[in-house]
């Protein structure tokens, strides 16, 4: 079963992104492109039973300009999925 993370959109600081075959305490973490460095914050957490879904995702103030993607950590920590590059102005 393949993990999926898909970036919708980002609009006014918030991410829409969807989501399929992530489960239960998989995480989903913000990683600066030029840098490779996961973000410590934002980091959502799954708690649906149900493994689609979407999310929204809403970015600190602390995350600065640049190109950015959603990488799907599954339990274990490991990376499932990868989104898209999009630019954060």
């Given amino acids: 079963m393949k993990s999926i993370i898909n ?3 980002l609009e ?8 399929r075959n992530l489960m239960i305490r998989a995480k989903v973490v913000l990683v600066d492109k030029a840098s490779g460095e996961q973000l410590a914050d934002p980091v959502i957490t ?3 039973p149900v493994p689609n879904g ?3 995702i809403r970015l600190p103030d ?4 640049g190109v950015y993607y ?3 950590l599954n339990g274990h920590g490991e990376a499932a999925a990868q989104s898209v590059e999009f630019q954060v102005s």
């Fill in 70 to 72: 959603l990488m799907a």
């Fill in 54 to 56: 979407s999310l929204r």
């Fill in 46 to 48: 799954i708690a649906s």
């Fill in 12 to 19: 006014n600081r918030v991410i829409s992104a969807t989501y």
């Fill in 7 to 9: 970036f919708v959109e």
């Fill in 62 to 65: 602390s995350i600065k300009a």
